[in-house]
């Protein structure tokens, strides 16, 4: 099994739709942009951080495929993302690209750090 892995460290978030502290507008763009990219959403959980409204939110997409997670501190303009994708049956790095360059344009970072790595799994 073959799989990428792709990071993204978002800093100085301008985040015009105020992501980092609507929960739920996170977890529902989340969704709909991993179903966009054409990746299979199995299950979702998002939590907050205190204070009620005003922190930052911690979620995780369960894809067929492997996942999604975000974490917000709106305190610090900063956001991560984490997109996992096996490549089994097929090569699904360009809808995990997608997915990414996806979040990572509606946080209208001011600089973006991204890493990937190829992951094999061998018998």
């Excluded at 709909?32 to 979620?59: I, K, S, Y």
């Excluded at 975000?70 to 997608?98: G, I, Y």
């Amino acid at each position: 099994m073959r799989g990428v892995h792709l990071t993204a460290d978002l800093l100085g978030c301008r985040d015009p739709a105020n992501l980092m502290r609507d929960g739920a507008a996170l977890a529902s763009l989340c969704e709909r942009l991993a179903l966009d990219a054409g990746l299979n959403v199995v299950a979702r959980q998002f939590h907050a951080f205190a204070p009620a409204g005003g922190g930052g939110h911690t979620g995780v997409l369960l894809l067929a495929e492997s996942h999604l997670a975000v974490h917000t501190w709106p305190e610090l303009r900063s956001v991560t993302l984490d997109v996992f994708v096996c490549n089994l049956t097929s090569d699904n790095t360009p809808k995990a690209q997608a997915l990414l360059d996806a979040l990572v344009a509606r946080f209208d970072p001011a600089r973006v750090e991204r890493q990937q790595l190829t992951r094999v799994l061998a018998s």
